[in-house]
Nanobody
């Protein structure tokens, strides 16, 4: 089985920065796409950013130029550096990792969620 552990959320003033981390562990043989989603109160979960195994990246328009996704394959960890934060970035952020395990085939795992609150 695969477990994801997120860290790095918190309260920050508008214009500030936070860095989220998500580490995957378990019987992982290969990690493919890694991504960050968020869900604000009363809204649907949306994809914020993802990074492929080949380091290709994509971002939702609202965070382009402010957020940067990266990964450390040696640690099976994905990061989200968030700069110039705005109150509308307030949400619970979830990481998502897809890949393969040694014994159980493919996996599609979710983190537990970390709350990011941006005050105005």
């Amino acid at each position: 089985q695969v477990q994801l552990v997120e860290s790095g959320g918190g309260l920050v003033q508008a214009g500030g920065s936070l860095r989220l981390s998500c580490a995957a562990s378990g019987s992982i043989s290969r990690v493919n796409d890694m991504g960050w989603y968020r869900q604000a109160p009363g809204k649907q979960r949306e994809l914020v950013a993802y990074i492929s195994n080949g380091d290709g990246t994509n971002y939702v328009d609202s965070v382009k130029g402010r957020f940067t996704i990266s990964r450390d394959n040696s640690l099976n960890t994905v990061y989200l550096q968030m700069n110039s934060l705005k109150p509308e970035d307030t949400a619970v952020y979830y990481c998502n990792v897809k890949g393969r395990t040694y014994y159980f085939g493919t996996f599609n795992a979710w983190g537990q969620g970390t709350l990011v609150t941006v005050s105005s």
